[in-house]
Each structure stands twice: as structure tokens, then as C-alpha cells.
């Protein structure tokens, strides 16, 4: 969000706040925390197996003849997990997946990556390495041609880089290439048996998290005090910590904050934004609350928010739009004053967005959003009110459809005065 002109990219306020000192803090040292009472809750997780990840590439390969493509190719990141288990960092030099409307797929890397890539790689695929004076773009061309896939269509995954797209292009100039959407999104955008699994086991860790954390919220701590609580219950409790985001007073105006050093209070409301993964899944949980006595004008909107996350949970139904979800809330929060549309005081983003593998993902409870709730799906639900100038309140906990309808991961908050529960 913009405040005096500067941008705030939530991604950099998390990490300036994640690697700050909290325990050089006078405040945090004296409440030093003792994790002694903590244990993982991840004893019964089970990864993604074999079966699975074979049964996505026959439903990806289904998709690709339904959409006339003959290949899709996908760069590393969230979608390269799914499809191959390869966990990989982007660079100048191209690692990536193809996978062929029919076979096994096809992993290309620099040569002396090919021992880290396979360390990860958890499908039967062929791996094709290419030297430092080789375009690998040539190598994938010829892998499609002795396959009798190119001449056809290609599709791109959504997140890769222009000179691996560019670079195919010009590799397999009798080929098209388009959007993989279809295929990609059709795949990870329905939530099988095994991953809402691993999602609810991130919740109940984030929850829990929440719970330790809470009670030790102290007058004079920072964000960073606090983020570092959460991080290291987190991890305690078994969680890979992916952020923390912390905003005391007037910042909770402002949904991903401000620079302003903050500092907690009486009578300030404190908004955390916090999350973890587990095998890679995400949890996404809000929780507002107001250090000592809320004001009248406080609890008056957190109830609000309660009421909009109320709204937009029952508006998710099997078949409805996406965007409908986020209607039924606008039209609630206008008739109570706010608003109306994105104005302020008011809603200002999407009341929620997908969410898996990555922490956001198509498609969003957002106004316009055709696609049709089907079960599987994961959303957010985080309606939060701003009033620049005095404070926010978001209430965020994520749910996926089912056949009878929308679920929980996490139970919303009961009142601001009982934030957990």
C-alpha cells in the first residue's frame, strides 16, 4: 500500500522485521520465551507421494489434449514442485521441466547441477544436461522434435521468464506457444485429499503458534519482538516459518504496513499476519486485538470485520463466481457505512485469494472473478476495514469447498477480546 508517497512491498517489511534482533531488545530479553512447552505437531505428516504426482501428470496431459498442446514448460517454483518434487532456485542459467502431451517428462539443467536437481526430483523423468557453451533452449527443441512434438503447440507456464519462453520460441520457430494456463491452474487449482491435509496441518501449527504467542505480547515490544516470537514458535512446533508481518496502532491502517517504528501500548491495536508451510503448503491466519481495554470505536469494527468474514463464508458456494463472494461483502460494508467500493475507511484489497503451494494463488475472491467455486478450492477470507490516520482490524482464516460447501482450516477468532478463541 502507498502512505506519503513510498510503496510498501509486504515481502520486504516481513524480512526486515523477520531478521531484525528481537532478542537484543530489553523488552523481548526480559520475556525471553521458554519453547520447553512446545512440541511438532508434524509426527503424522504425510508427504506427497508417487501416486499422486503420477496421477497429476495423467491429469495435466489430459488437460494438454483438451487445450491442443503438444508440451508445457515450466520454470523452477511452486508449479516445478508439484509436477516434478524439484526444488530449485531461478537463475541466468535455465533449469527446467517439460512435460510432453504423452511419456515421461523431461528435466533440463546446467551439467553440475544435474547431482543437487536430483536430489529433489521425485518423478521418473529424463534428465538432459546442457554445457555452459550450449543453448539449452536447442536441447529441449530437440527433444520435442525426436518425440514428433514440435510443429505444435507449446504452452508456457504463467511465471516463466521471457528468455526461456523467448528462447523456446526461437528454438521451435514452427511452433506456437501460449498461455499453460488451462493445464497448470487446472491441475493445482483443485486441492486433492492429501494436500488440504498438509494445508490443515500448517493451520493447526500457525494456530497453535498464535496461542503461545499471544500472552506474551508485552508493553514497549517492537514488530520485530513479536515476529520473532512467532517465527520461533513456529519452527518448534514443526512449521517451515515463511512470514511474520506485525502491526501495532495506527500501521494496522495500512494492510501491509508502514516504516514507522511502532512500539505496543494500552489501548493499541496489535494486527498479525502470520504464516507457515509444511511439505511446502501454506497457511495464511490474521488475528487483531487490542492491547488492554479496546475502545468502544475498536470492538465496533473488529465486530464489523467479524461479520464480513461471516458473509463471504456463506456466500462461497458450490458453482458461484469467485468475484460473487467478494460482492456480498462490499454490499455489506456499504450498507454499514464504509466505503463504498475500494474507498476508505473501508475495504481497500480483494476479500481473498487462493492459496497452496504459494501463498497467493488464482483464483481470487476479487470483484469481476468468473471462475466457479468447484470443490477443492482454497481461498483466504480476510475482509479487513482501515480508517487511516487511527487503525485497521483484518480477521483473515482460510477455507476450502467441499461438495456441502466452504470449510474452515481455522475456526475465526470469537470477539477481540478473545482473539484465539
Partial sequence: MRRQGLAIDRRTLIAAAATAPWLASP?????????????????DVRPIDATERAARLAK?????????????????????VYFTGVRWGRSERLTAAVLPVEGEPLIVTPFFEEPSVRETLAISAEVRVWQEDQSPSALIADWLRARRLAGGTIGIEETARFFA????????????????????????????????????KAADITIAAYRWVWPRVAAGMSPADISGLMRAATTRLGGVHEFALVLIGEAAAYP???????????????????????????????????FGAASAEQRRVWDHVASGQRIAFAAARIGVAAGSVDDAVRRHYAALGYGPDYRLP?????????????????????????TPLAAGMCFSNEPG?????????????????????????????????????
Wanted: net charge neutral.
Fill in 27 to 43: 523488552v523481548a530479553r526480559a520475556a525471553e520465551p521458554d519453547l520447553s512447552a512446545l512440541a511438532s505437531l508434524t509426527g
Fill in 60 to 80: 495435466a496431459q489430459a488437460l494438454m489434449r483438451q487445450h491442443g498442446m503438444r508440451a508445457v514448460l515450466i520454470e523452477p517454483g511452486a508449479s516445478l
Fill in 165 to 200: 519462453a523467448d528462447g523456446l520460441a526461437r528454438a521451435l520457430p514452427s511452433s506456437r506457444t501460449v498461455s499453460a494456463n488451462p493445464v497448470v491452474r487446472g491441475c493445482r487449482g483443485i486441492k486433492s485429499t492429501a494436500e488440504i491435509a498438509l494445508m490443515q
Fill in 256 to 290: 501491509h504496513g508502514t516504516r514507522t517504528p511502532q512500539r505496543v501500548g494500552d489501548g493499541q491495536i496489535v494486527l498479525m499476519d502470520c504464516g507457515c508451510s509444511v511439505e511446502g503448503y501454506q497457511s495464511d491466519i490474521s488475528r487483531t486485538f487490542v
Fill in 346 to 370: 473501508g475495504l481497500s484489497h480483494r476479500t481473498g485469494h487462493g492459496i497452496g503451494l504459494d501463498g497467493h494463488e488464482p483464483a481470487n475472491l476479487v470483484r469481476g472473478e468468473a
Fill in 385 to 421: 476495514l482501515y480508517l487511516p490516520g487511527k487503525f485497521g482490524v483484518r480477521l483473515e482464516d482460510c477455507f476450502h469447498m467441499t461438495d456441502a460447501g466452504p470449510k474452515w482450516f481455522s475456526e475465526p477468532s470469537a470477539s477481540i477480546d478473545a482473539p484465539l478463541g
